[in-house]
């Protein structure tokens, strides 16, 4: 089931389903792309339709960030839970290494994949990450990178270019790509040790972005988009203007 907000359809899923749905995906052999949804991306969205157009055409849209879950119950239409990109990408590694899946990697600065590869290798026995490539590259090297991945020939894409470009360039060679393809945003700096995720704690009190912030002031400029995407949300669903 999808639920509507702010123009986005999100599926209500929890962390099973949502993995089991993207299984499917994989064992169709078809190809999609999965969007681990956040405020920030949202709120971009609202002054460039393209995007909506963009998350609205993937085959799984998740509520990635507590903004969306927040933002989902205000509306009306809650979501069972918070689906983040670095633990779906976590639980279809695991799966992908017990069912054969092949996988690449595909941003961060150069040498981040790789070292993320290698840390998955050695957590999931059995994981074929049959290739990696930085994200530091050009609208002109697109065709390099995107032959790479062609030959390659994964079941499993995971695209670490940062939001919307990961989604904008998953989307526009998706066909081409026919593999399943999911943007995961900072994970690979996470898996591969170079940055430390929030502490579960600051998880489970809903303050892993101050966490961040505090870690990473430069992230400030970022972070002043989510009380713009409350007050939207806001004025939209309890206002009603």
Avoid at 82 to 102: P, S
Avoid at 185 to 190: L, M, N, W, Y
Wanted: aromatic content about 8%; some cysteine.
């Amino acid at each position: 089931m999808k639920v509507e907000l702010l123009g986005a359809n999100i599926d209500a899923l929890n962390m099973q389903e949502t993995e089991n749905m993207v299984a499917e995906m994989v064992n169709r052999g078809r190809g999609g792309q999965v969007i681990t949804l956040n405020p920030e991306y949202l709120y971009q969205a609202q002054s460039e339709p393209g995007l909506l157009d963009v998350a609205n055409s993937a085959g799984v849209v998740t509520p990635d960030g507590e903004g969306i879950v927040w933002a989902c119950k205000t509306s009306g239409h809650p979501v069972p839970e918070r689906v983040t990109g670095i633990d779906l990408m976590l639980r279809l590694v695991r799966r992908a290494a017990a069912e054969g899946w092949k996988v690449f990697l595909l941003g961060a600065s150069p040498g981040v994949a790789d070292a993320a590869a290698k840390k998955l290798s050695e957590r999931f026995s059995g994981l074929q990450v049959v290739g990696t490539h930085h994200g530091y590259f050009k609208d002109d090297k697109d065709k390099e990178v995107l032959d790479k991945i062609i030959a390659a020939g994964p079941d499993l894409l995971f695209v670490a270019l940062g939001a919307p470009r990961q989604e904008l360039w998953t989307h526009r060679y998706l066909q081409q790509l026919n593999c399943v393809a999911m943007g995961v945003g900072g994970s690979f700096d996470v898996i591969s040790g170079h940055v430390q995720r929030a502490p579960l704690w600051t998880q489970r009190l809903k303050i892993e972005w101050f966490y961040r912030l505090v870690k990473e002031p430069t992230r400030w400029r970022r972070m002043m988009v989510l009380p713009k995407f409350a007050w939207l949300v806001t004025k939209k669903y309890r206002l009603k203007t």
